[in-house]
């Protein structure tokens, strides 16, 4: 690829990238016609898993953008694919105590697995995604659970969110409270990790080479794309910002403002 607007196909962050909170940034309508004309396939991949994928396209609909489920890739199914391919296909497939929303619950049940409640015990996974109904009990039993040998799985690492009110705190601040209290490092599924874009580039079949990742930020969105090979735009709408460069030992391949650039440029 000789620039951003060479892609064939596109993994696409979505917070930071498309919105802030509940506000749409600004040039998300005409980016998605930019790529419907062009005919480039796409995949959302997010690292938030609080909410399911059908709720990530009820979302878009309201900013005027039809997408469909094939279309996006949470942190939470990804995570849940995860899960399956370790057992191997043995059955069953286990007990997990969540931490997480309606993402993050859809995703393990659908995948068979049976979610515990508060204060029980015998979990074979912890899992811990972003929970807006986060609690002490929740986080009490999940550290009962990982000290008693359950693996500890985080979705994703992002210590920080962006939100319509500000840069509020992320699924990682939470992973790293669990960590100190157990003394157990999560294993991490979400980006920069190459699971879900690996997973992403298996649903859309295209060349590595011309897929291009497009995100907000580079410890996560840009890292994730060099571990998996993978070219990168990221865009300046999120929370990285141009001085977080320097003194970095990798990089995107391009830098753009926002989405709107690209836009122009496909």
Same mark, same amino acid.
């Given at each position: 690829?000789?620039?951003?607007?060479?892609? %064939? /196909? /596109? @993994?696409?962050?979505?917070?930071?990238?498309?919105?802030?909170?509940? &506000? +749409?940034?600004?040039?998300?309508?005409?980016?998605?016609?930019?790529?419907?004309? &062009?005919?480039?396939?796409?995949?959302?991949?997010?690292?938030? %898993?609080? &909410?399911?994928?059908?709720?990530?396209?009820?979302?878009?609909?309201?900013?005027?953008?039809?997408?469909?489920?094939?279309?996006?890739?949470?942190?939470?199914?990804?995570?849940?694919? *995860?899960?399956?391919?370790?057992?191997?296909?043995?059955?069953?497939?286990?007990?997990?105590?969540?931490?997480?929303?309606?993402?993050?619950?859809?995703?393990?049940? $659908?995948?068979? *697995? $049976?979610?515990?409640?508060?204060?029980?015990?015998? /979990?074979?996974?912890?899992?811990?995604?972003?929970?807006?109904?986060?609690?002490?009990?929740? !986080?009490?039993? +999940?550290?009962?659970?990982?000290?008693?040998?359950?693996?500890?799985?985080?979705?994703?690492?992002?210590?920080?969110?962006?939100?319509?009110?500000?840069?509020?705190?992320?699924?990682?601040?939470?992973?790293?409270?669990?960590?100190?209290?157990?003394?157990?490092?999560?294993?991490?599924?979400?980006?920069? $990790?190459?699971?879900?874009?690996?997973?992403? !580039?298996?649903?859309?079949?295209?060349?590595? +080479?011309?897929?291009?990742?497009?995100?907000?930020?580079?410890?996560?969105? @840009?890292?994730?794309?060099?571990? /998996?090979?993978?070219?990168?735009? !990221?865009?300046?709408?999120?929370? =990285?910002?141009?001085?977080?460069? +320097?003194?970095?030992? *990798?990089?995107?391949?391009?830098?753009?403002? =926002?989405?709107?650039?690209?836009?122009?440029?496909?």
């Amino acid at each position: 690829m000789n620039s951003p607007a060479d892609l %064939a /196909a /596109a @993994i696409i962050d979505m917070d930071g990238v498309l919105w802030e909170g509940s &506000r +749409a940034l600004p040039g998300i309508g005409p980016f998605f016609e930019a790529l419907r004309a &062009r005919g480039i396939p796409f995949v959302l991949a997010t690292n938030n %898993a609080s &909410r399911t994928p059908d709720q990530y396209v009820d979302k878009l609909g309201d900013f005027g953008v039809s997408v469909t489920m094939r279309e996006v890739l949470t942190s939470a199914q990804a995570t849940a694919a *995860y899960l399956t391919q370790r057992r191997n296909g043995a059955p069953p497939p286990g007990r997990v105590f969540a931490i997480g929303e309606d993402g993050v619950r859809q995703a393990l049940t $659908e995948a068979g *697995y $049976e979610l515990l409640g508060l204060y029980e015990r015998g /979990a074979d996974y912890v899992v811990c995604g972003m929970d807006r109904g986060l609690s002490w009990d929740k !986080l009490a039993t +999940a550290t009962l659970n990982i000290r008693a040998g359950a693996a500890f799985i985080g979705t994703n690492p992002d210590v920080t969110l962006p939100s319509e009110h500000g840069t509020t705190h992320g699924n990682g601040a939470i992973l790293a409270a669990l960590q100190t209290a157990t003394g157990v490092a999560p294993v991490i599924i979400g980006k920069p $990790e190459p699971i879900m874009y690996q997973q992403a !580039l298996a649903r859309l079949g295209s060349d590595p +080479a011309r897929t291009l990742v497009i995100g907000d930020r580079l410890e996560t969105d @840009i890292l994730g794309a060099v571990r /998996a090979g993978l070219p990168s735009l !990221l865009v300046l709408s999120g929370i =990285s910002r141009g001085e977080d460069l +320097a003194g970095r030992d *990798y990089g995107p391949t391009w830098v753009l403002p =926002s989405i709107i650039e690209l836009t122009t440029a496909l």
